[in-house]
């Protein structure tokens, strides 16, 4: 068990579990895309370890690049998302895949998906480590989806609790 700040976490998801399911994400896309270099884009700040690892198991060329949204307030979404930073690129007529840490209401996505619209890209895929199924209620199509989660609050490889967390090498899942 852990605590951060006011709350204790127990562990939840081994990191030998998340990078399995990393790097069969990877493989899947390398498959999929196998005669294209995709350009991958991270949501900052939480998918900064997925991308990372995601990178180390991608064998075919790509590019990375990554946005910074937010839409939580402590363990809460305030089901308001706001862009912090943009692409500074044009990717009209790239595949575009967006490496999502975890989706659980699908607002931000929902933004993603706008934006990218907006640029005319060839291809909008969506990758995320963990769903939250339960509360998803997005009409907007998952592409690969690493490990479906209960809908529970988790910290750890990139996921925070008010800036704590993000370190932690496994996921941890709030203590009822």
Do not use: W
Not at 62 to 70: I, P, Q, R
Not at 131 to 158: C, H, M, S, T
Not at 167 to 173: A, D, F, G, M, S
């Amino acid at each position: 068990m852990i605590q951060l700040h006011d709350k204790q976490f127990v562990p939840f998801i081994s990191a030998q579990e998340i990078a399995f399911a990393i790097n069969q994400m990877a493989e899947q896309i390398a498959s999929d895309f196998a005669d294209e270099t995709p350009v991958f884009v991270g949501v900052l700040n939480g998918s900064f370890m997925v991308v990372s690892d995601f990178m180390k198991y991608y064998k075919k060329p790509c590019e990375v690049s990554f946005v910074k949204m937010a839409s939580y307030d402590g363990i809460a979404s305030t089901n308001e998302v706001k862009e912090l930073i943009g692409l500074n690129q044009d990717l009209t007529g790239r595949t575009v895949i967006v490496i999502e840490d975890i989706i659980d209401t699908g607002n931000t996505l929902a933004e993603l998906k706008s934006l990218f619209k907006k640029q005319k890209v060839k291809h909008f895929k969506i990758a995320t480590l963990f769903l939250k199924p339960e509360a998803y209620k997005k009409d907007i199509k998952l592409d690969y989806v690493g490990i479906r989660i209960p809908n529970k609050f988790i910290v750890g490889f990139g996921l925070d609790y008010d800036g704590l967390g993000r370190n932690l090498p496994e996921v941890y899942q709030l203590l009822d």
